[in-house]
């Protein structure tokens, strides 16, 4: 009776799993987008082609993203992960990479990184933006590789394109004329947008701001705001009353009229140092889906820069 | 390296071929090339160093668990328990090899040293040496990893402290869209606390300790999940030398069976990440064993202990975790004996890598005339280098 039961138990899950590889007759490339806006890109440039799967929803900070036990699933059985990289999403993706067992998302030994054949690193060819001259725990949770908060300047979007249409095409050959196809249809719509929204921004030029974390040098490349300190005390650090003071008594000498607070964090801080200093504050999204009605890559942008200009009482031209 | 070979390779070929070039291929404007060749430039100047010579080095941390406790009879100590310094590399593309090493005011131990396959066909990996048994969930932990300052007394009686083991495991990672993940363990003995056997000891195939587990989760919607583990570590066969009586020693049999259940539900809204939400974490163990009299030394009758804990766990924002937890443990040898132990602890996570945490506990046993022990305990934790625990230990 006891053996019956045992076999039946066996054949129960032999079946089970059996169905649950329906997934792998599938002819489309499996891909992983660590971020909401990575998803965006690669359903533009890989078409029916491939099947996306996000990790982080976009609402989370990107550094505090929860893993999981799904995501491993996800992983475990993706072509390919296409991700930010510069160590932006050092909370999760080494500790997922690590127990995905899948040869093609293979670990860097050193950065624990991704170095396997279907790793898609967004960030080569940026233009890094605040790469530390030293490390040392004492700057905070600073990113070794320089500030990897380059999806906020739009005009990384066409870069980050090509990125994927390249990564995509070294992975799956046959189908590269579909991808750069598609990607020249996304550089089309996007490439106008840039321009337009270049345009939109010219009142921001020179205008003195803080933000709440040190992630914003790369929208300030594009506005031509000048940011000049941040709410927190260093990056990741809270900010402690003593820095607040001095913080109040610097957006009053540098005349700072505006204060970004990224919506994942918390708002009192800023509504106080809005109080103290007469500043307006804007709540822009790191990520696509941070915000309503920013479920894309250029979503995203158009709202962050609108949320900059109504912040400030400008409409842009 | 690639991108500089591209870079020539442009440059030769447009130079001579320019005019050849402008009769049998569509015109390439003059912007289109510059653009190219700027994007090219950059990706060349954009590029973060991809390697250095340090990069060899193994990745290091250590962690500094440092801790005030007021105990019963208004005694009070500073407790330095633990400096834990952790090394982690890669052997080759095969292997990775990891070592925790402990000190504290008793000793200098290895709390782990293990070789861990990365690159087995069929979703199969295998890690050897002294390691985190994967039994349950709590007892895998490091203490300053625990939610509370002291090892729930469930996981000191029944396993021994941490799980840890002198074995082999093989784990493997169904491939299907549910998470399911099965180990098979055979270790020396399972518990670095546990007593009944000596890893120095060499021992016959029926005295290892043999564990199986298997591991599940499942999203309830966004904001919710739920993530449950069976296990259960077998030790077919030990004896026991009775030496009590003059001139003759005895050997005794026995075997034991430690089972065990954990349930871990988490709520993480969508706003916050790993800042809000909670954890809500149970886990039930149950011995059952041929235990020995430590007065007569003599064979008692079967005895079936049970144990457990729960606690809830609140995330607050980026700094505050407040929570509560219940720890019940019965007697290894007498069954009806219960001690109860109730926490509310407080942690404020003054950043990432440092950690502030107040414990107040109530102990109690069903023992009559026995009187409740009252425990508080501040708790300073600090981390430097790499140091992570990674996804087990999440």
Not at chain 1, 90 to 114: K, M, W, Y
Not at chain 1, 206 to 217: I, T
Not at chain 2, 344 to 369: C, K, T, W
Request: contains cysteine; proline residues 5%; glycine residues 8%.
């Amino acid at each position: 009776m006891r053996i019956r039961t045992v076999r039946l138990a066996f054949l129960a899950a032999v079946i089970w799993a059996a169905s649950s590889f329906e997934g792998y007759a599938s002819h489309q490339l499996r891909v992983v987008a660590t971020v909401p806006d990575l998803v965006d890109m690669v359903q533009r440039i890989g078409g029916d082609l491939v099947k996306v799967d996000g990790l982080a929803r976009g609402t989370e900070d990107i550094h505090q993203v929860v893993m999981k036990p799904s995501f491993v699933t996800k992983l475990n059985r993706a072509d390919a992960v296409v991700y930010l990289g510069l160590s932006i999403e050092h909370g999760f993706l080494p500790g997922l990479l690590d127990v995905a067992r899948n040869p093609r998302l293979r670990q860097d030994p050193a950065t624990f990184g991704c170095i396997g054949s279907g790793c898609i690193d967004v960030s080569e060819g940026v233009r890094v933006m605040e790469k530390p001259e030293s490390l040392s725990r004492a700057q905070g949770d600073i990113h070794p590789q320089g500030n990897p908060h380059y999806n906020l300047d739009p005009e990384e979007g066409p870069r980050i394109a090509r990125t994927i249409a390249r990564g995509l095409s070294r992975i799956d050959p046959d189908h590269a004329a579909d991808y750069q196809k598609n990607l020249k249809a996304t550089l089309a719509e996007l490439e106008p947008s840039i321009a337009e929204w270049k345009k939109m921004t010219e009142p921001l030029r020179g205008l003195k701001a803080v933000s709440f974390h040190k992630d914003v040098c790369y929208l300030g490349r594009f506005t031509g705001i000048d940011f000049v300190d941040t709410v927190e005390l260093k990056p990741g650090v809270a900010p402690t009353p003593t820095h607040l003071e001095a913080l109040v008594k610097e957006m009053k000498e540098h005349d700072v009229k505006l204060i970004v607070r990224e919506q994942q964090y918390e708002p009192k801080t800023c509504e106080w140092l809005a109080q103290k200093t007469g500043a307006r504050i804007a709540v822009i999204g790191t990520m696509a889906n941070a915000l309503p009605g920013t479920e894309t890559f250029a979503k995203l942008c158009e709202r962050n820069l609108k949320a900059l200009l109504e912040a400030v009482g400008a409409r842009g031209s | 390296m690639r991108g500089l070979k591209s870079l020539v390779l442009g440059a030769w070929l447009a130079v001579p071929a320019a005019g050849a070039a402008a009769d049998a291929a569509p015109a390439v404007s003059s912007e289109e090339r510059i653009k190219a060749l700027e994007e090219r430039l950059s990706r060349l100047e954009g590029a973060p160093a991809k390697s250095m010579l340090s990069q060899f080095n193994p990745a290091m941390g250590l962690a500094v668990d440092f801790a005030y406790s007021h105990g019963p009879n208004d005694r009070s100590s500073f407790l330095f328990r633990a400096a834990e310094l952790s090394i982690e590399a890669p052997v080759d593309p095969f292997l990775k090899v990891w070592g925790v090493f402990m000190g504290n005011n008793a000793q200098v131990s290895v709390e782990e040293a293990a070789l861990q396959t990365t690159d087995l066909p069929f979703n199969l990996t295998v890690t050897g040496g002294r390691l985190f048994a994967s039994f349950g969930r709590l007892a895998h932990f490091h203490d300053h990893e625990l939610p509370v300052t002291d090892r729930p007394r469930s996981l000191d009686t029944f396993i021994g402290g941490e799980t840890q083991a002198d074995g082999v495991e093989v784990s493997v990672l169904l491939p299907t869209d549910l998470y399911v993940n099965a180990t098979a363990g055979l270790y020396n003995k399972l518990g670095a606390d546990n007593t009944r056997a000596d890893n120095a000891v060499a021992r016959a195939l029926d005295n290892f300790t043999y564990l199986g587990r298997l591991s599940s989760y499942l999203d309830l919607g966004d904001d919710h999940s739920v993530e449950l583990g069976v296990d259960s570590a077998w030790t077919p066969k030990r004896s026991v030398d009775d030496n009590t009586g003059a001139g003759i020693s005895t050997r005794k049999n026995t075997w034991r069976t430690l089972s065990g259940v954990d349930l871990t539900y988490r709520y993480h809204p969508a706003q916050g990440g790993m800042y809000r939400g909670a954890v809500w974490g149970t886990e039930v163990m149950q011995n059952d064993e041929r235990r020995f009299d430590p007065a007569t030394r003599l064979p008692t009758d079967r005895v079936r202990a049970t144990a457990g804990l729960s606690y809830v766990q609140l995330k607050l924002g980026p700094h505050w975790r407040p929570g509560v937890m219940v720890d019940l443990s019965e007697d290894l040898d007498r069954a009806r004996q219960l001690t109860q132990t109730y926490s509310g602890f407080l942690s404020y996570d003054v950043s990432e890598f440092q950690r502030l945490r107040a414990v107040y506990s109530h102990r109690m046993d069903n023992i009559p005339g026995s009187r409740g022990a009252d425990i508080v305990s501040l708790q300073w934790t600090g981390i430097i280098g790499h140091h992570v625990h990674g996804f087990r230990d999440r």
